[in-house]
């Protein structure tokens, strides 16, 4: 079927629950989706499209899967998926040749007592280590060691329940901007990432070495309800950092940092200007998703009333809305 004139294609997935998620690989050349129908379904990209023919239906799950993740290809074809069950499931495509292989399950994480809203992979650079944040307040970190097993950390974060997590970029903010002296080392890596709670609150975690132990960095306050989504920009190198949070207020608020030393700063997006009559600064439902652009200068929103919105921010400073999606 070509695809309507608007560029946008839809997909018949199969499934027989509501869909809650969906991912390309990083090559776009699969697209994983999944239910309250307690599957993951993982479809080939043929031309732009998927193919029914050329997909695969994972099962195991005993609730709603939430969120599907596609590890970085550097690791083999892995994905992960989590579920209201409170597991956390890694799958991985043993590959025969050129052709696609079976989806086989070699980790089940079930260290949550209730359910897993949220999993991320970390910044390749790391290794293969997947974060997850759950209703039970917690958020455990997942790391593949040399000898094939995952080891899990677990620490406290959220007192009512953790709705989501985004890693750090794995470079340094700035680093773009200071020419590598010879002799001299780039810093290495460093594992950081950002929950969002049901206790209106963001936090920045930090892994530290010495203590081999995940520390409360920052809190970010500036919600007055749950925090949905939260999702840490890409960045290249260059000296600023942003965070993008999305709230059952119906607010959607950036947090940047001019440089690693500097304060964390809040602006609301003010979508006021193409959705009146709503408030400055009011989305008209709630806000369910953030979602960045590779390069980390576009910011999709995805809200309740069915419109996903692509922000830009203009050379003053002010994130403007570029284009408006309707499902």
């Known amino acids: ?25 990083y090559y776009g050349k699969r697209l994983a989706t999944c239910s309250s129908d307690r599957t993951v379904k993982v479809f080939d990209i043929v031309n732009g499209s998927p193919s029914k023919s050329a997909s695969q239906t994972l099962k195991g799950h005993t609730g709603p899967v939430w969120q ?16 209201y069950d409170g597991k956390v499931f890694i799958w991985k495509e043993q590959t025969q040749g050129t052709s696609s292989g079976e989806w086989t399950k070699i980790e089940e994480h079930t260290l949550h007592t209730a359910s897993v809203n949220s999993i991320s992979w970390a910044p390749h650079e790391l290794g293969a280590i997947l974060a997850c944040a759950s209703s039970d307040g917690k958020i455990s ?47 290495s890596a460093f594992k950081r990432l950002v929950s969002a709670g049901c206790d209106n609150l963001v936090k920045i975690w930090c892994f530290r070495e010495e203590k081999q132990s995940w520390v409360e960095e920052e809190k ?21 950092s942003y965070i993008a949070t999305a709230s059952q207020d119906k607010t959607v608020l950036i947090w940047t940092k001019d440089s690693p030393t500097s304060p964390w700063v809040k602006a609301a997006l003010d979508p006021s200007a193409s959705t009146t009559p709503n408030p400055a600064g009011k989305f008209p439902d709630v806000v369910w998703r953030v979602s960045w652009s590779l390069a980390g200068n576009i910011l999709a929103v995805s809200c309740g009333d069915g419109k996903v919105t692509l922000w830009k921010e203009n050379l003053q400073g002010i994130w403007e809305c570029v284009s408006d999606l309707a499902s």
């Open 1 to 25: 079927m070509p695809a309507p004139s608007s560029g946008v294609v839809p997909v018949e997935t199969a499934h027989d629950d509501m869909i809650h998620d969906a991912q390309l690989d």
């Open 68 to 83: 599907v993740a596609w590890a970085h290809p550097k690791f083999g074809n892995m994905l992960a998926s989590c579920s």
């Open 141 to 187: 970190v997942l790391t593949l060691k040399d000898d094939g097993q995952w080891s899990p950390d677990i620490f406290n974060a959220h007192a009512i329940g953790c709705n989501a997590v985004s890693w750090a970029p794995a470079t340094h903010p700035g680093s773009l901007l200071l020419p590598q002296q010879p002799g001299t080392h780039q810093p």
């Open 220 to 240: 970010l306050e500036g919600h007055t309800d749950w925090v949905r989504d939260v999702a840490w920009a890409p960045n290249i190198g260059l000296p600023r």
